[in-house]
């Protein structure tokens, strides 16, 4: 069974850093996908980056370029989430999710390609 741990979360302040780490549990073959999505209060989940575990493929949204990046280690199966230059804005639940195989690059945003989701870490920017 595939399942996805976050950790990580936090309070910090506007302008500073936080690591955010998912744990792929129960895959057998380096052939799947993993994404970072944030949900704030009140607002609709959204899609942040994804990266394709076999291919290195990375999909990013434009609201976090240049302040989040994706990464993975191979050895531990872990996917980083690496967040600057925080702002209050992007205080919310930062969730991973992991899709067995493949993701169109037209759909690495969408919630419903994802087979699994962990339980949400809370990440808060104060100003």
């Known amino acids: 069974e595939v399942r996805v741990v976050e950790s990580g979360g936090g309070l910090v302040q506007a302008g500073g850093s936080l690591r955010l780490s998912c744990e792929v549990f129960?895959?057998?073959?380096?052939?799947?996908?993993v994404g970072w999505f944030r949900q704030a209060s009140g607002k609709e989940r959204e899609g942040l980056l994804c990266?394709?575990?076999?291919?290195?493929?990375?999909y990013a949204a434009d609201s976090v370029k240049g302040r989040f990046t994706i990464s993975k280690d191979k050895t531990t199966e872990t996917v980083y989430l690496q967040m600057s230059s925080l702002k209050p804005e992007d205080t919310a639940v930062y969730f991973c999710?992991?899709?067995?195989?493949?993701?169109?690059?037209?759909?690495?945003?969408?919630?419903?390609?994802?087979?699994?989701w962990g339980q949400g870490t809370q990440v808060t920017v104060s100003s």
């Open positions: 999710a992991a899709k067995i195989g493949d993701i169109y690059d037209s759909k690495w945003w969408d919630l419903d390609e994802y087979d699994v």
């Open positions: 990266i394709d575990s076999s291919e290195g493929t990375i």
């Open positions: 129960g895959v057998e073959y380096d052939d799947y996908v």
